[in-house]
């Protein structure tokens, strides 16, 4: 399957059939075909019931539903599955109203995680080893959208709630089915019109191509911005264009092409006296509206595009593009807007970029009480200690949180959090008894995500006993006033505590090297040094782990237990991960 969206994943390329053979036991095999061939999560497997399956009959064709008892939707069981699923329930007894995998889901996922290093093993392909619950589902998806399934039918029957989800797993699709998709259509009477002159549609997606492809080469948002309205006059589509941030009025004239200032001042004041804030009105619909003036109005007449500007759930105003005379179209509008998505991305990455490179960032520290939170609700039922030791951005709204946990058995733990449906993933890295680091994959339902909708980073974040406090930290030219009025709206428990402005220490080349060096011993840089000439770092590798440990003339786990110190010493060096007051006994 192509897919341009995304890295490949362990499971392309055969690798779901190769792990299927790896199975040792009937229910392995149908752990795997539940979550890669219906979409089940762990915590829906371990509730599955031979009850919950349903029969319904379409155009002569017997299908097969499972009643998901964790949010009630009918996912689809194919007749090959369905049929296994009854052999198993047979064979072992399991009555109607029993539970099929009666365990914990933490322990299908690690049922899961035995097949694929089993596989690894067999096959020889190392990417099977870190094969998850979470893989499968993808797996799921991406099988079902290959065949041609539409994406809300996938989202329905696999239990996601947002497109933004499934959009990673989407190809990209190549000129020719773009410009298929959009090929004329008739006018059938009220709103826009069809497909219009497919030559100027063809043009329209070429130039939204290039503009697209010169975002790359800026950094800032008002180079950004100047960029988008420059290359849309450029190709001659458009007679002038400009954005407006929905901030201030002054920011207009900055970024427009096409057009002086003072004709653009009457424009805009042409569009404020229509009553209606059209940035504002695009930016809630998510979608591309219209506007027109009239000949009275202003010499600069006919209808205009206002095309909503936004990343996730942070709206960055919109791009006013002027038509020549005609009604923008369906087909031109759904290009206009997936341009505004690539400009909202290219913004966000700008202010991201601004972020790390500003000498001060404003820090915000609150305190919540607020058991919306999936970890102040964790941390309170359980008494433990939940710190957040980093964050990584995976999809459109979902992060990647590493936790460190104390206090509490890991088993609760995990039975806690799949409870959640903000919840996507949870797996074990290191368990200490009541002292565990954890990957957790949160969608929403916590501070955290909520701070980084705004592009803001959390340096800190601890909640003990049901109380969290963390530190958000955040550009200049960021909304505050947005940022806090949402967070407490969506968490009342939850109030600001400090605010101040900090820079940030200056550190160079020079200073990085210094400090790695003074972590490492000779060895250690003896090694990695080796490693990194030797290409062992590359892909493909130039060298073997074996290769190298006969070059330096040291055994093959001597040479991995260096290379892996040295390498955890890098990364802690590169991301600064040595602010956590509290020594965890996790830490390498």
Known sequence: MRDGNSEPTPLSAGGYERLRRSTETYREDLVLRLGAEVGLTPAEMSRFEPAHVTQRRRGGTELYFLAVPTDGRAAYLPNEVEHDVRKYVTTTGIDETERVLPVTPRRLQMLVASVGTRAAEETGREELA???????????????????????????????????????????????????????????????????????????????????????????????????????????QYRFAWTESGETDARASLTAAGIDEGSLEAVRRSLAGRGTDFTRRACEAGAVQTARLGSSSTSENGPFAVVPLGHGETAYGA????????????????????LGRHVGQAIAAAERRKLLLADTVVQLEFESSDERDVLVRLSADLGCSIRLRGVVPIEERALLCFLTVREAATDAVFDELQSSADVEHIRLIRDRGTESLLEVALSAGSTITALTSYDGTVSR?????????????????????????????????????????????????????????????????????????????????????????????????????HLRTAQQKLMTAFFDDDTDEEASTLDP
């Open 319 to 338: 791009l006013y593009v002027a038509l020549d005379g005609e009604e923008v179209t369906d087909p031109e509008a759904d290009v206009l807007a997936t």
């Open 130 to 236: 870190d094969v998850s619950t979470r893989d499968l589902r993808r797996h799921f998806a991406r099988t079902m959208l290959a065949d041609g399934v539409p994406p809300s039918v996938v989202m329905r029957i696999g239990g996601w709630d947002r497109i933004e989800t499934l959009a990673p797993l989407l190809d990209e699709p190549s000129d020719d089915e773009v410009l298929d998709a959009l090929s004329p259509a008739p006018v059938d009477g009220g709103g826009r019109a069809g497909a219009g002159n497919p030559d100027r549609l063809h043009r329209v997606v070429e130039t939204a191509r290039s503009v697209g492809s010169a975002l790359s080469a800026v950094n800032t948002r008002n180079e950004v911005e100047q960029a988008v309205c420059d290359g849309l006059v450029e190709s001659d």
């Open 461 to 561: 974040f601890v909640a003990e006993d049901g109380v969290a406090r963390f530190v958000g930290e955040f550009s200049n030219e960021t909304p505050l006033r947005d940022v806090l009025s949402d967070l407490t709206d969506a968490y009342p428990a939850t109030e600001l505590v400090a605010k101040q402005e900090v820079e940030r220490p200056a550190r160079n080349t020079a200073d990085f090297r210094a400090s790695l060096v003074a972590r490492l011993t000779d060895k250690q840089q003896s090694v990695l040094r080796a490693a990194y000439l030797a290409g062992y770092f590359e892909w493909p590798r130039g060298s073997t782990a074996e290769d190298l440990a006969d070059s330096i003339d040291i055994s093959s786990p001597t040479l991995h237990q």
